[in-house]
């Protein structure tokens, strides 16, 4: 865990943060893609390191939201009834097939980018489900809640679990049309709280496989603690009409480039070495 600091991966982490006390989003869907696409680091290590720098993150953003109150800790409960089985059921078959080369890190590419461009059309489409959930409102029964709520817990898990995307904009989303009557900031805040159990189990459990970077872990949590303390601090006050179509567009862009980086031929990465080699030997 100890090495040198790195200013880029504590800026990123710092933004990073910053996203994900304001929002409840970015703790997979951004961290993940830069540190694939701008870094350089392969898939599996990219997953793994973000769900560890995931959980401590939004640790430091659930004290500040419990701090004011902003947790609905049923929904906590209810989420984690389904995405803590899910995800250690989905870390066992994982550990079962073990690593499988460059296959791996192509389905984690493409889940990844899939996930990224289902959590884009997710913040755009919050405000049509939010006006969609309150006309539905009355027909909906106590049941259909808890079993909604159990149910997307069960999807987080499996998706955290394989691309550490999901606990965010997707869980928001959801939980607004389940629950209209709470403020946004409360439902901000139940996520962020439920996002803690669920990415440390996931993360563990990467780390296990070997799939986790110590010392860029150490660098993204200097610049993303306090992030997350000032974004939570500063949620009730988030410009969502900016803020919301950025970040959309954001999470588009990195799944088109997750695609583009998974659909590349891998010849043409291989063919490119030898012919750096042979430039340099006639240089």
Same mark, same amino acid.
């Given at each position: 865990m100890t090495g040198s600091i790195d200013l880029f991966h504590a800026v990123a982490g710092l933004l990073v943060g910053l996203l994900v006390g304001l929002t409840g989003v970015g703790g997979g869907s951004l961290m993940t893609? $830069?540190?694939?696409?701008?870094?350089?680091?392969?898939?599996?290590?990219?997953?793994?390191?973000d769900l560890l720098f995931a959980a401590?993150?939004?640790?430091? *953003?659930?004290?500040?939201?419990?701090?004011?109150?902003?947790?609905?800790w049923k929904i906590v409960r209810r989420m984690?009834?389904?995405?803590?089985?899910?995800?250690?059921?989905t870390l066992l078959v994982m550990a079962r097939i073990g690593k499988v080369g460059a296959s791996t890190e192509h389905v984690i590419l493409v889940s990844l980018a899939c996930l990224l461009a289902l959590t884009s059309l997710a913040v755009i489409g919050r405000k049509w489900l939010f006006r969609h959930a309150h006309q539905g409102e009355a027909a909906r029964s106590a049941a259909v809640e808890i079993g909604g709520t159990v149910a997307l817990g069960a999807l987080i898990g499996v998706a955290v679990s394989i691309s550490s995307v999901g606990a965010g904009a997707i869980g928001v989303t959801v939980l607004l049309v389940l629950y209209p009557k709470l403020p946004v900031a409360r439902i901000v805040g139940s996520d962020i709280a439920h996002a803690v159990p669920l990415t440390l189990i996931a993360g563990t459990g990467h780390w296990i496989m070997g799939d986790v /970077?110590?010392?860029?872990?150490? /660098?993204? $949590?200097?610049?993303?603690?306090? *992030?997350?303390?000032?974004g939570s601090y500063l949620s009730s006050h988030a410009p969502d009409k900016v803020l919301q179509p950025l970040l959309a567009a954001v999470l588009a862009i990195s799944s088109w480039q997750l695609f583009v980086k998974a659909y590349t031929p891998e010849k043409v990465k291989i063919e490119a070495i030898p012919a750096a080699r042979a430039a340099e030997a006639h240089r």
């Amino acid at each position: 865990m100890t090495g040198s600091i790195d200013l880029f991966h504590a800026v990123a982490g710092l933004l990073v943060g910053l996203l994900v006390g304001l929002t409840g989003v970015g703790g997979g869907s951004l961290m993940t893609p $830069l540190l694939v696409l701008l870094f350089g680091v392969s898939a599996k290590t990219a997953v793994g390191t973000d769900l560890l720098f995931a959980a401590i993150t939004k640790i430091a *953003g659930s004290a500040v939201h419990g701090s004011r109150e902003s947790v609905e800790w049923k929904i906590v409960r209810r989420m984690a009834l389904g995405s803590v089985p899910a995800a250690l059921l989905t870390l066992l078959v994982m550990a079962r097939i073990g690593k499988v080369g460059a296959s791996t890190e192509h389905v984690i590419l493409v889940s990844l980018a899939c996930l990224l461009a289902l959590t884009s059309l997710a913040v755009i489409g919050r405000k049509w489900l939010f006006r969609h959930a309150h006309q539905g409102e009355a027909a909906r029964s106590a049941a259909v809640e808890i079993g909604g709520t159990v149910a997307l817990g069960a999807l987080i898990g499996v998706a955290v679990s394989i691309s550490s995307v999901g606990a965010g904009a997707i869980g928001v989303t959801v939980l607004l049309v389940l629950y209209p009557k709470l403020p946004v900031a409360r439902i901000v805040g139940s996520d962020i709280a439920h996002a803690v159990p669920l990415t440390l189990i996931a993360g563990t459990g990467h780390w296990i496989m070997g799939d986790v /970077n110590g010392t860029l872990l150490t /660098n993204l $949590l200097i610049g993303s603690i306090p *992030g997350v303390v000032v974004g939570s601090y500063l949620s009730s006050h988030a410009p969502d009409k900016v803020l919301q179509p950025l970040l959309a567009a954001v999470l588009a862009i990195s799944s088109w480039q997750l695609f583009v980086k998974a659909y590349t031929p891998e010849k043409v990465k291989i063919e490119a070495i030898p012919a750096a080699r042979a430039a340099e030997a006639h240089r």
